[in-house]
């Protein structure tokens, strides 16, 4: 074999990398309960996102527990029918009922009313999303976009518009429409990254 064997995966068939990806994202046994659970609750365009997915295949790959390291549990969904604050919190309650037994903090954010937020909170400008995958467009580094979401018919969909080779290559790195995400908060999410998976290579984003 060539190369480490935590990139066994770095240069694979996309196909091949998917499969990897799913089955070591679910060897996390809180991702597996939130997806199992995801069809039978209020969020449309329903997607488990970034961190517990990518965060959990690089724990996969190293030998580590699965939720090592893991801080939350990102889902999310798109309903631009209510985009008051009091909609979505209906939803977070919800969710939070339905998840009140998992040892885990999951955050649950209809990603229709991201842009009425974002700039008083980080003072960036972010225009309206389409629909819930087209956030991930706009997400810090390539290995971050990436969504696993239950098909009706069984198993799961994968999206990952910039595709898997950074994530299996442990490489992080900006993306160019990475929706106002700072210098700042760059540096800090990726210094925290490198403590926590010293194998990934950090590119800087100046």
Request: glycine fraction near 6%; include cysteine; hydrophobic fraction near 40%.
């Amino acid at each position: 074999m060539n190369g480490p064997e935590h990139l066994r995966f770095a240069n694979a068939p996309p196909d091949i990398q998917q499969q990897a990806l799913v089955e070591l994202a679910l060897a996390n046994s809180v991702t597996a309960e939130i997806l199992r659970r995801l069809p039978a609750l209020p969020l449309p365009q329903g997607m488990l996102v970034s961190g517990c997915i990518y965060q959990s295949v690089w724990n996969g790959l190293l030998g580590h527990d699965p939720e090592r390291g893991i801080l939350d549990y990102d889902l999310v969904y798109f309903d631009n029918s209510d985009l008051s604050y009091e909609a979505e919190d209906v939803v977070i309650q919800a969710c939070a009922k339905a998840f009140a037994d998992l040892d885990a903090e999951i955050e649950v954010r209809n990603q229709a009313r991201v842009h009425v937020w974002f700039k008083q909170r980080f003072g960036l400008d972010y225009a309206p999303l389409r629909d819930a995958a087209e956030a991930l467009e706009r997400y810090m580094s390539p290995c971050n976009a990436v969504a696993i979401t239950p098909k009706p018919q069984g198993g799961f969909s994968v999206i990952a518009p910039f595709g898997f080779d950074d994530l299996f290559g442990f490489i992080v790195q900006p993306q160019p429409d990475r929706g106002g995400i700072s210098p700042e908060s760059y540096h800090k999410k990726t210094t925290r990254m490198k403590a926590m998976w010293p194998q990934i290579t950090v590119i800087p984003l100046d």
